[in-house]
């Protein structure tokens, strides 16, 4: 998927918004040491900058070279392109080594990748036995519900298979790790997430979806004239700024002590 992305990749950057801080706050919590965390799939960086209040190294890693040229800066972090050409013995080397990593994190990202590959490199990286693996994905609002499932069933012609991951929130997203108290393989845990935006601005953040990319690459506009019009009322009558209210699923874990728990993926 690099490519979809490659093509908006400076609207992506401008229009996905941050992650709130407890969160990172709350996983940093769960590592007893503090050294390296590993944002997978990092995209424009929005999840890379709050780990490093945590961690002395934050690496941030993603397959699209365009989306790493518009992140933000930071000293602690270190973005780092991983082609998906890597090997598995590649990307742990690259990552640091067995044992290496304290936290990893994977936001809005997980499902695109090759996951067997992915979590044979987590098990590997994460240290034993306390490392941490969170992932999360945007799911619903708690706003706009009516206009968000007109939206949802005018996409799903055009998803790859993949976006059906963070459709059903994540409930049928393999995830083999021990659960920590936040969530297990088929039932993640709900978190808010509040945003503030116009209704311009809202319209064109969801355009850096994956969806609206690939519907556009087939020549559909996907904003009709009904959704667009029941986004309006729903909106409300405030030209300016509102507060949105979105529901963020999350999955975190620690490895398993029978790693051989992960060829069944």
Known sequence: MAGVFDKKAEQYAQRRPRYPKEWFSMLASLTPEHKVAWDAGTGSGQAALSPAEHYDQVIATDASAAQLEHTAKHPKVHYLHTPISLSEDELVSKLGGDNSIDLIISATAVHWFDLPFFFSVANRVLKKPHGIIAVWTFYDMRDLKNSTKMLREAVLPYCDPRIRYPLEGYRKLPFPFESVGYGCEGSPIELDMEVEMTFDEYVKSLKTGSFFLQ???????????????????????????????????????????????????
């Open 215 to 265: 519907a556009n690459e087939k020549g559909v506009e996907l904003f009709s004239d009904e959704i667009l019009e029941e986004m309006k009322r729903e909106w409300g009558d405030n030209t300016g700024r509102r507060k949105l209210h979105c529901i963020e699923c999350m999955l975190v874990g620690k490895p398993k002590s029978d790693q051989s728990l992960i060829s069944k993926y």
